[in-house]
Antibody, heavy 123, light 109 residues
Framework: QVQLVESGGGVVQPGGSLRLSCAAS????????MHWVRQAPGKGLEWVAF????????YYADSVKGRFTISRDNSKNTLYLQMNSLRAEDTAVYYC????????????????WGKGTTVTVSS | EIVLTQSPGTLSLSPGERATLSCRAS???????LAWYQQKPGQAPRLLIY???SRATGIPDRFSGSGSGTDFTLTISRLEPEDFAVYYC??????????FGGGTKVEIK
């Protein structure tokens, strides 16, 4: 079955870095764009970033642009999120999600979600 | 950036009742590219509706979506116990920067 499993979350000090991973299985990973979406404690959903199926196009929310980098390794069926210059407001559960449109160059809807990994930015 | 405003913030209803959730966009949503998600406590969101009115795979037909332009609605015809959750709308297609609404919590009255 289609599955996404995030890892790499933890506690990090403000200004620090963290890299999240998302292992995908059950579908042709290299044919779909992928997203990161986050949810701060007790808050709503916030889209973070999207990467095209082949990695050639990337889009970011203004709140993370210049600090976060989304990437993928299609040979390993894995999505990444490199997070630098972390701030307290980056504290959240981070979900990876599969884009619902085959071979799309443009972010659309999210039809499969992982269970999430928790990032806490605190001194 | 398209801002999505969901109302009401909380809806208190009993099982068997009809739920009507609203999502209003700050500008027209291209080609009705509007999705709805359900999220239960401690779980990841689940896609319910895409393209404003198409049900995702495995979603019961008591869930329906409608609307176009700037006004969209999610209707749950008869609430089942498992439907009490938070619902989010999300727009796509108008900008590469996706946005979600703030959510509507459907709680048991």
């Amino acid at each position: 079955q289609v599955q996404l499993v995030e890892s790499g979350g933890g506690v990090v000090q403000p200004g620090g870095s963290l890299r999240l991973s998302c292992a995908a299985s059950g579908f042709t990973f290299s044919s779909y764009g992928m997203h990161w979406v986050r949810q701060a404690p007790g808050k709503g959903l916030e889209w973070v970033a999207f990467i095209r199926y082949d990695g050639s196009n990337k889009y970011y929310a203004d709140s993370v642009k210049g600090r976060f980098t989304i990437s993928r390794d299609n040979s390993k069926n894995t999505l990444y999120l490199q997070m630098n210059s972390l701030r307290a407001e980056d504290t959240a559960v981070y979900y990876c999600a599969k884009d619902g449109t085959y071979s799309s160059s443009w972010p659309s809807l999210m039809d499969v979600w992982g269970k999430g990994t928790t990032v806490t930015v605190s001194s | 950036e398209i801002v999505l405003t969901q109302s009401p913030g909380t809806l208190s209803l009993s099982p068997g009742e009809r739920a009507t959730l609203s999502c209003r966009a700050s500008q027209s949503v291209s080609s009705s590219y509007l999705a709805w998600y359900q999220q239960k406590p401690g779980q990841a969101p689940r896609l319910l509706i895409y393209g404003a009115s198409s049900r995702a795979t495995g979603i019961p037909d008591r869930f329906s979506g409608s609307g176009s332009g700037t006004d969209f609605t999610l209707t749950i015809s008869r609430l089942e116990p498992e439907d009490f959750a938070v619902y989010y709308c999300q727009q796509y297609g108008s900008s590469p920067q996706l946005t979600f609404g703030g959510g509507t919590k459907v709680e048991i009255k």
